[in-house]
């Protein structure tokens, strides 16, 4: 069984930055690639950045954001600079992730970490 965990959220204020973790675990052959999503209150979930042989980064967040990754650790992270209170959302992962050579790969998500940009 796959688990992506997310963490690193909490409150930040207005300025500053915040570096978000999503770590997979279990058994799997490879991370084909990793996303990071996220949803403010009221709103849709939105697409933010995601990781495979490149990165790819929403409009809205390009210049602001910076995805990478750390083979090793199975992590994802996810730095977000300049933290407005429109940043304010609960951040999710998802990975695309393959168990072996000869089936479709799976999609996880985790459950979330909260980030609130008050003063």
């Known amino acids: 069984q796959v688990q992506l965990v997310e963490s690193g959220g909490g409150l930040v204020q207005p300025g500053g930055s915040l570096t978000l973790s999503c770590a997979a675990s279990?058994?799997?052959?490879?991370?084909?690639?990793t996303a990071w999503y996220r949803q403010s209150p009221g709103k849709q979930r939105e697409w933010v950045a995601t990781?495979?042989?490149?990165?790819t980064y929403a409009e809205s967040m390009k210049g602001r954001v910076t995805i990478s990754r750390d083979f090793a650790k199975n992590t994802v992270y996810l730095q977000i600079h300049t933290l407005n209170t429109g940043d304010t959302a609960d951040y999710y992962c998802?990975?695309?992730?393959?168990?072996?050579?000869?089936?479709?790969?799976?999609?996880?998500w985790g459950q979330g970490t909260r980030v609130t940009v008050s003063s």
């Open positions: 998802s990975a695309e992730i393959s168990h072996d050579a000869y089936h479709q790969p799976r999609d996880y």
């Open positions: 279990g058994t799997f052959f490879a991370i084909i690639s």
């Open positions: 990781i495979n042989g490149e990165t």
